[in-house]
T-cell receptor, first 114, second 114 residues
Framework: GESVGLHLPTLSVQEGDNSIINCAYS??????FIWYKQESGKGPQFIID?????DKRQGQRVTVLLNKTVKHLSLQIAATQPGDSAVYFC?????????????FGTGTKLQVIP | EAQVTQNPRYLITVTGKKLTVTCSQN?????MSWYRQDPGLGLRQIYY???????DKGDVPEGYKVSRKEKRNFPLILESPSPNQTSLYFC?????????????FGQGTRLTVV
């Protein structure tokens, strides 16, 4: 399958454990953030989003935490399953030169060990 | 099923031979966009379209063209491909521009220019 995971940081997690994937963003004016999951051979898929007026949002088995003070975003996956193996990357909606702009992170590869 | 469809999935071509990668969405989305994905880099926007007959350059538009004659289709055209355009390409769509909402991505097109 198609992947751009050749030089990505990798997180290996035992099946059933919790996973935490981190993302540092650059623009303090960013006001909307998304986590995407990209499985091998597939396009990115939306997981969860959060707006800058929140610091935590929960979905099904996933939680996103936003720390605006240090410009840090994290994705927590509870009870990680083999199907969670993928590349995860964040996206930030910020402002550049007066225009809104979406910037994507490079990603973290999650490997789930059965 | 709601989806973004790209064709072809894989393409090998020679330098200078014009090619078109098609993208179609069935969700009646106004906003469509093309990205390229390279190892060690996040998704980079090539071109985007806010609506029919409205297109604009993204971050890396050189060597590419697009058109938006119909709402559902947004083809990417490489008039004279070069080896530095070897990459994984994704088309995406969203209801009103994904600065504040998730984007739906196609499966990707792996292009190799020799």
């Amino acid at each position: 399958g198609e992947s751009v995971g050749l030089h990505l940081p990798t997180l290996s997690v035992q099946e059933g454990d919790n996973s935490i994937i981190n993302c540092a963003y650059s623009n303090s004016a960013s006001d909307y953030f998304i986590w995407y999951k990209q499985e091998s051979g597939k396009g990115p898929q939306f997981i969860i989003d959060i707006r800058s007026n929140m610091d935590k949002r929960q979905g099904q088995r996933v939680t996103v935490l936003l720390n605006k003070t240090v410009k840090h975003l994290s994705l927590q996956i509870a009870a990680t399953q083999p199907g969670d193996s993928a590349v995860y990357f964040c996206a930030e909606n910020g402002y550049s030169g007066g225009y809104q702009k979406v910037t994507f992170g490079t990603g973290t590869k999650l490997q789930v060990i059965p | 099923e709601a989806q973004v469809t790209q064709n072809p999935r894989y393409l090998i071509t020679v330098t200078g031979k014009k090619l078109t990668v098609t993208c179609s969405q069935n969700m009646n989305h106004e906003y469509m966009s093309w990205y390229r994905q390279d190892p060690g880099l996040g998704l980079r926007q090539i071109y985007y379209s806010m609506n029919v007959e409205v297109t604009d350059k993204g971050d890396v538009p050189e060597g590419y063209k697009v058109s938006r004659k119909e709402k559902r289709n947004f083809p990417l055209i490489l008039e004279s491909p070069s080896p530095n355009q070897t990459s994984l390409y994704f088309c995406a769509s969203s209801p009103t521009g994904f600065l504040n909402t998730e984007a739906f991505f196609g499966q990707g097109t792996r292009l190799t220019v020799v």
